[in-house]
């Protein structure tokens, strides 16, 4: 059993900083990308930032220049530092990672995180 545990989330004011982590847990071989999505009231989830376990790391553009994901391979952990944030950042946060378990690999999610900028 594979469980992904998210955290980190709040409320802050507009200009403000929040970092999430995320800790992957179980009979695991192996993991691959490890990222971070997030959904807002009535939009679709879309992805904010991935990393691979080479180290590789994508951004979306909206959030590039204030966001950093970071990984540590050691603990299967991802993190988001997320600086000078806007209230359109608000959203739930979800971690995302590509898993390996003995030799089958799945997609896992986290129950996801509550971010609230306010203006």
């Known amino acids: 059993q594979v469980q992904l545990v998210e955290s980190g989330g709040g409320l802050v004011q507009t200009g403000g900083s929040l970092r999430l982590s995320c800790a992957a847990s179980?009979?695991?071989?192996?993991?691959?990308?490890m990222g971070w999505y997030r959904q807002a009231p009535g939009e679709q989830r879309e992805v904010v930032a991935e990393?691979?376990?080479?180290?590789?790391?994508t951004y979306a553009d909206s959030v590039k220049g204030r966001f950093t994901i970071s990984r540590d391979n050691a603990k299967n952990m991802v993190r988001l530092q997320m600086n000078s944030l806007k209230p359109e950042d608000t959203a739930v946060y979800y971690c995302?990672?590509?898993?390996?378990?003995?030799?089958?690999?799945?997609?896992?999610w986290g129950k996801g995180t509550l971010v609230t900028v306010s203006s």
């Open positions: 179980g009979s695991i071989s192996r993991v691959d990308v």
């Open positions: 990393v691979t376990s080479s180290g590789r790391i």
């Open positions: 995302n990672a590509d898993i390996v378990v003995y030799s089958v690999g799945m997609t896992y």
